[in-house]
């Protein structure tokens, strides 16, 4: 399960630098080595649990993926470094891990935006937003309101843009979902 979940930062290119200390878990277990293991898994959980894994509402569908698309206004090509979720009306959106707002604010074409910084580098935005509920600086955990969908800034419909970022760099959220329904519905690292 330790070398699955290293796999799943590699696999990001996230930052492994905060995470445990090695621990020997090539020697065959033993009563006397055994609660140390179990510990040393439980760190490598709870390292895992500070990734924004699941969505940041509980009922969406995409409307639009990640990657190359073009504008049904303008006609122009350009890549998607998110994806689009609509939900309910004016839905209230949630962390998808806890972290501090680093930013709360209108932001160009994006609207009203919300960005939360994570553990390891990882930065998640929340764009569109009919409203904001939190401030810069807040700390938010998975259960606080952060704003709502909205239909402000550069959209064509109520919906929520939501990215992913690791150092600065866009990553597809919806492989990162998948991670995050596998061990939600499996209970335990894929």
Do not use: C
Not at 8 to 21: A, D, Y
Not at 32 to 60: C, G, H, I, M
Not at 65 to 74: A, D, I, S
């Amino acid at each position: 399960e330790i070398e699955v979940i290293k796999s799943i930062f590699n696999r990001f290119s996230i930052p492994t630098s905060q995470t445990p200390e090695d621990a020997d878990i090539s020697r065959t277990p033993s009563k006397t080595n055994l609660p140390d293991l179990y510990l040393y898994r439980d760190s490598w959980r709870e390292t895992l649990a500070l990734l924004p894994l699941k969505a940041p509402l509980r009922f969406y569908y995409v409307t639009s993926p990640y990657g190359w698309r073009t504008n049904k206004k303008t006609g122009v090509r350009r890549f998607h470094h998110g994806i689009d979720l609509a939900g309910t009306w004016r839905s209230e959106l949630y962390p998808a891990a806890d972290g501090i707002v680093s930013f709360a604010g209108v932001e160009g074409g994006f609207g009203n935006v919300v960005r939360v910084q994570h553990s390891h580098g990882v930065e998640t935005v929340y764009a569109h937003l009919s409203s904001i509920a939190v401030s810069k600086g807040d700390y938010v955990t998975h259960d606080i309101t952060i704003g709502k969908m909205g239909n402000t800034g550069n959209s064509d419909g109520m919906h929520l843009h939501y990215e992913i970022r690791i150092n600065g760099k866009s990553i597809d959220p919806a492989l990162i979902f998948k991670i995050g329904h596998q061990i939600g519905v499996l209970g335990d690292v894929p």
